[in-house]
């Protein structure tokens, strides 16, 4: 072969280093409707999978193995008439390391919200016992429960709930400062018991307004993620445009997500829906629409920023459709919403791609893993 010829032969294959297309590789498989994994900050040993019906598992990083023994069993505290709810999100608290706690987002037997303070025995072992109730909130209907909790770049506790249920938001809950219902709500969980509402909490010295609230007009949160000082919220939609809203902590305050009077930034034809609020309306930076096509789908799952060793993806919003097989990838910066991508080849298992994803989650090394509903949980990888 000529020298000449040589070159060009490698040429490809070096060009092919510095952007080779992101993978999904399978990590674990046959898990009982996985929703969520997490990890306390600093640690590599475990990852710890959520079950919706109330089991955390753990996944041993070094042996590439599911531990037989599980972290904690609630299945006796929560009951699932309808797909949205169960145990739905997991935080461990910053300072893990000394006071060995965490918190959780479950729907109880009566299908109400409770969010819940537990300790360990363990690394291995949540202690059941151990449970405080911090937060409880009745709901109307069996969908529409949020789920999401972690700790904000303030070190405060912020919860996702949804409007409680049905369509329209039937009750008006999502504007009504008096219910917890389609909010985000931010509060100080640092002491020994209970928790602590922040001073500067927007409702605070509010009479008429539940003062946990920070943000209102939220339909569904289903999964938001810090960037930097920036919460990246994903609200589900009803009938028409699903949403991505990317908004700086300081302006969360007070902030309005616009449901039910819109929906995406499409005004609704809410009649019912009179209770406003004044604060700043949120525009989401991204919207999709209801359709069958790449760009559609049906029910957002919100991701993060992918901080993982992939090069092609770092620093791209990943999130995916949870109806549509889609996932996809974006740039968001300066609140645009730029160059998407859908990894819909990248990410298929001998040419199928990964269905019903119910959340993505980072480790606290930046790997992220995608978690399907239907039993498994996949790494991204080169
Ligand atoms: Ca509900
Ligand atoms: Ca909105």
């Given at each position: 072969m000529k020298p000449s010829l040589l070159v060009l032969t490698f040429l490809p294959f070096v060009a092919s280093l510095g952007q080779s297309a992101p993978r999904a590789t399978l990590?674990?498989?046959?898990?009982?409707?996985p929703v969520y994994l997490s990890a306390p900050k600093h640690s590599n040993d475990y990852l710890y999978i959520l079950e919706k019906e109330g089991v955390i598992k753990l996944y041993e990083r070094k042996s590439k193995k599911l531990l037989?023994?599980?972290?904690?069993?609630i299945r006796d505290k929560i009951k699932i008439q309808?797909?949205?709810?169960?145990l739905l999100g997991m935080a461990f608290s910053p300072h893990f390391a000394t006071d060995h706690r965490f918190y959780l987002y479950y729907t109880d037997n009566n299908g109400d919200t409770v969010v819940s303070r537990y300790s360990v025995s363990s690394k291995i072992k949540a202690d059941k016992s151990s449970e405080e109730i911090l937060l409880t909130q009745a709901q109307d209907f069996k969908n529409h429960n949020g789920g999401w909790i972690d700790f904000g770049p303030d070190g405060m506790l912020y919860i996702g709930l949804g409007d409680g249920g049905r369509a329209n938001d039937t009750k008006q809950r999502a504007q009504d400062l008096t219910t917890l219902l389609g909010k985000i709500l931010r509060v100080d969980?640092?002491?020994?018991?209970g928790y602590q509402v922040p001073a500067d909490n927007p409702f605070f010295e509010s009479e008429s307004a539940r003062p946990e609230i920070l943000s209102y007009g939220l339909r569904n949160p289903w999964r938001c993620s810090w960037v930097g000082k920036s919460l990246i919220v994903a609200d589900v939609g009803q009938n028409a445009w699903e949403e991505v809203n990317v908004v700086e902590n300081k302006d969360?305050?007070?902030?309005?997500?616009?449901?039910p009077q819109r929906e995406g930034t499409h005004k609704t034809r809410n009649q019912k829906a009179k209770k406003k609020n004044l604060g700043k309306l949120i525009e989401p930076v991204y919207e999709y629409q209801?359709?069958?096509?790449?760009t559609g789908g049906f029910s957002i799952t919100g991701g993060a920023i992918y901080n993982g060793s992939v090069k092609e993806l770092q620093g791209r919003y990943v999130f995916a459709d949870y109806v549509k097989p889609h996932i996809w990838s974006a740039k968001i910066a300066e609140n645009k919403f730029t160059d998407l991508k859908h990894h819909k080849a990248d990410f298929a298992q001998n040419g199928k791609e990964i269905k019903q994803v119910a959340s993505f989650a980072s480790d606290p090394q930046g790997e992220m893993y995608i978690i399907s509903h239907q039993g498994q949980i996949y790494k991204i990888t080169e």
């Open positions: 990590l674990v498989n046959n898990l009982n409707k037989k023994n599980t972290f904690l069993d309808m797909t949205e709810q169960g969980v640092s002491s020994e018991e969360l305050f007070n902030a309005n997500f616009g449901w209801h359709d069958g096509n790449d």
